[in-house]
């Protein structure tokens, strides 16, 4: 069941490093041909690598889990990233901190009501500049599907 | 990659790349590198209880690999902006044809930029798997 009281909680700054040997895991997960990602000994980040956030996040207290979404009926809606530059590379101490942005409610064509919850987390370079903004759009459907094929 | 500025046409893009028969084992590395253990991708016995036929792939996975292949084309440090919209659920045995196209060519703050609309379908069914947008500069 969706907190909507939660709008607006932002958890603790939490630390980041950007790492190469994740950078070349991450590629590999993807299925990348990029060698830039892997023959290159400071590579940037892939363009949804910083998803890998999950890791130096304290499970259970993140603002989304605080949410209080049903595992079962989570749809992930969408998600975006935004860099203010050429994206973190390996050896950079990023620094993050979450949001709940919005929720919100439509009707689905099955499924009946969904909530939206949208989240935004902030990448800071150890000088404080922005580096890099995630958008996570994350659905609870109203019942668990029959038909999803 | 070396990719110049006057190559780039509006309503072009670079080759389609096909992956698959996408398996549970690309679910459950990808799974494993992103630290994404949602057990709904994973565990049939999890799936089914939802109500699913069976494990289904993540989104974020066919978005990494579509990142990927944008970024093989225009370079891993240009990208500025990538953003996707999961559409149909990839399930196990699927082919998916990624595709990418400017449609827009323009100049700010000084700098080169292509805007792109992205796809990625699943080929079997023909559906949209994936419908997304990037930004990159070129410089």
């Known amino acids: ?149 | 990659m070396g990719v110049t500025w006057d190559s780039l046409v509006e309503g072009e893009g670079p080759e389609p790349r096909e992956i698959g028969p996408l398996t549970r084992t690309d679910f459950v590395r990808y799974q494993g590198a992103s630290g994404d253990m949602n057990p709904i991708h994973h565990d049939e016995e999890f799936a089914k209880s939802a109500g699913f036929p069976s494990v289904f792939s993540v989104g974020m996975l066919q978005a990494g690999v579509l990142g990927c292949y944008c970024t093989e084309w225009l370079g891993a440090e240009n990208v500025r902006r990538y953003a996707v919209q999961f559409r149909e659920q990839v399930w196990p045995g699927d082919h998916l044809r990624f595709t990418a196209k400017v449609v827009r060519k323009y100049e700010e703050g000084g700098e080169r930029r292509v805007d792109l609309e992205l796809l990625a379908t699943r080929v079997e069914s023909g559906g949209a798997a994936i419908k997304g947008e990037a930004t990159f500069v070129v410089p």
Request: proline share 7%; glycine share 8%.
């Open chain 1, 1 to 149: 069941m969706v907190d909507k009281s939660k709008v607006g909680l932002t958890d603790e700054p939490t630390e980041m490093p950007i790492e190469r040997g994740k950078i070349r895991e991450f590629a590999i997960a993807c299925m990348s041909r990029n060698p830039e990602y892997v023959e290159n000994k400071t590579p940037v980040v892939e363009p949804t690598f910083l998803t890998t956030a999950n890791f130096w996040m304290s499970a259970g207290t993140s603002p989304l889990a605080q949410v209080g979404m049903d595992l079962k009926r989570l749809l992930h809606g969408g998600q975006e990233y935004v860099f203010h530059g050429v994206p973190p590379r390996a050896g950079t101490e990023l620094t993050m901190q979450t949001r709940v942005d919005k929720i919100y409610e439509k009707e689905g064509k099955r499924g009946g009501t969904m909530t939206f919850v949208e989240t935004v987390t902030e990448f800071r370079d150890p000088d404080g500049k922005l580096v890099a903004e995630a958008r996570s759009t994350a659905i609870e459907t109203g019942q668990a599907p029959t038909e999803a094929k």
